[in-house]
């Protein structure tokens, strides 16, 4: 994979006479915490969608290390774990069953999906519901569940759909934690939150999409500076997308 792990380019998708997204142009490097922000009904969802390959766009592309998803969309969705913020599962499957499901989707041996699965049910406390129906879990663990199931292929990105919901402060903890090693061992997480304290203690750099149009991209020094005041990212995200949806 080059060093330009998501690229996207006049990215645009139309909705009957709605734009959910319109010309986004980003560039995320391997290794970047990139915290994607805007409120409801902004474009993040619709964004993260066309990042993944989930939407076909009306204009533009999107690049996931250097393939672009619709062209060649095996090379690309090699390259990402994908964590939704309503995640589908097999109910009636195990928790065990599930993550050596996606490992096969990956083509992974199985030795290798035990020592990834030892790791994250370890991790996050699922080893002793391994063997439970996911119908049993709460939505704490299914949650968990996802997270783990999404790395078990080792992807070089990352993107993340409000990954909190529903977790304790020890697990959040433990997931901040996980994104902070996974940027240090060269892959992006491209995070998409509401939480902006998260977004504010992870993120190399933020963007913010407001009615489908990116507003603002950079450091949060380089966003103080945009605002011409001080504050914390909360208080400026709200004052910015105030005076845009004015």
Same mark, same amino acid.
């Given at each position: 994979? =080059?060093?330009? /792990?998501?690229?996207?380019e ?8 709605l734009?959910?997204v319109?010309d986004? =142009?980003l560039? %995320? ?11 409801n009904g902004?474009?993040k *969802? *619709?964004?993260? !969608?066309?990042l $993944? +390959? ?7 592309? /999107? ?8 062209? =060649?969309?095996v090379?690309a ?16 499957l ?12 990956? @083509? ?7 020592? !990834? !699965?030892?790791?994250?049910f370890?991790?996050?406390?699922? *080893?002793? $519901? ?16 996802? %997270? &783990? &199931?999404?790395l078990?292929?080792?992807? &070089? $990105?990352?993107?993340?759909?409000e ?7 020890q697990?959040? #903890? ?9 940027? #240090?061992? +060269?892959?992006t ?8 304290? $998260?977004?504010?203690?992870l ?6 999409? @407001? ?13 103080r500076?945009?605002? #011409?005041r001080?504050?914390?990212?909360e ?5 910015? *997308? /105030?005076?845009?949806?004015?």
């Amino acid at each position: 994979m =080059n060093d330009v /792990a998501i690229q996207t380019e006049h990215l645009s998708k139309r909705y009957e006479d709605l734009w959910g997204v319109r010309d986004l =142009n980003l560039e %995320i490097r391997r290794g970047e915490l990139f915290a994607f922000l805007g409120p409801n009904g902004a474009g993040k *969802t *619709t964004t993260i !969608k066309l990042l $993944v +390959g989930l939407l076909r766009p009306t204009e533009g592309v /999107a690049r996931i290390g250097g393939f672009d998803i619709q062209k =060649n969309p095996v090379e690309a969705k090699a390259l990402i774990g994908y964590i939704p913020d309503h995640p589908y599962l097999y109910e009636k499957l195990s928790g065990r069953d599930f993550f050596h499901f996606v490992g096969d989707l990956f @083509h992974l041996d199985r030795s290798v999906q035990e020592q !990834k !699965k030892q790791r994250y049910f370890d991790l996050f406390g699922l *080893t002793p $519901v391994q063997d439970k129906l996911i119908e049993n879990y709460s939505h704490g663990m299914r949650q968990k569940l996802v %997270i &783990a &199931a999404s790395l078990v292929h080792d992807p &070089a $990105v990352i993107i993340v759909d409000e990954p909190m919901v529903g977790l304790d402060p020890q697990s959040s #903890r433990k997931v901040k934690d996980l994104f902070r090693d996974q940027t #240090r061992a +060269g892959n992006t997480v491209f995070l998409s939150t509401h939480t902006l304290s $998260v977004a504010e203690e992870l993120a190399d750099r933020i963007g913010i999409i @407001h009615r489908g149009k990116l507003i603002f991209i950079g450091t949060l020094a380089e966003l103080r500076g945009f605002m #011409r005041r001080e504050g914390d990212l909360e208080d400026l995200f709200l004052e910015l *997308t /105030a005076e845009e949806g004015a």
